[in-house]
């Protein structure tokens, strides 16, 4: 799972039918810090479209799984689904001396 903070939505009238009645949701990456420095990286790289299963909105700090996992926790297992929010962050505490 990785953090991630909801930066935008996605409107797709034409998608999978799979994915009808899902709301999809453009998710920032986050390092430990909560600060997006995820260090070296492709531009865009850092962003990705999830599926949202908790009802996240925007500025939320969110909970994301990929691959095989974000498809099952959609329900449909099958689904063409890499990315899932699958929790909503309260609060997080890291170790500064661990995150630099």
């Not at 691959?67 to 689904?79: E, Y």
């Amino acid at each position: 799972m990785k953090l991630g903070r909801v930066v935008g939505n996605v409107v797709a009238t034409r998608k999978d039918d799979r994915l009808i009645g899902h709301k999809l949701l453009i998710v920032r990456l986050l390092s430990p810090k909560g600060d997006g420095d995820l260090g070296p990286s492709v531009k865009g790289e850092n962003f990705m479209v999830a599926v949202d299963m908790v009802g996240a909105g925007i500025g939320e700090d969110v909970i994301v799984c990929s691959g095989s996992s974000a498809a099952k926790s959609s329900g449909v297992p099958d689904a063409p689904i890499d990315g899932a929010i699958v929790g909503i962050v309260d609060s997080a505490d890291v170790d500064p001396r661990e995150v630099g």
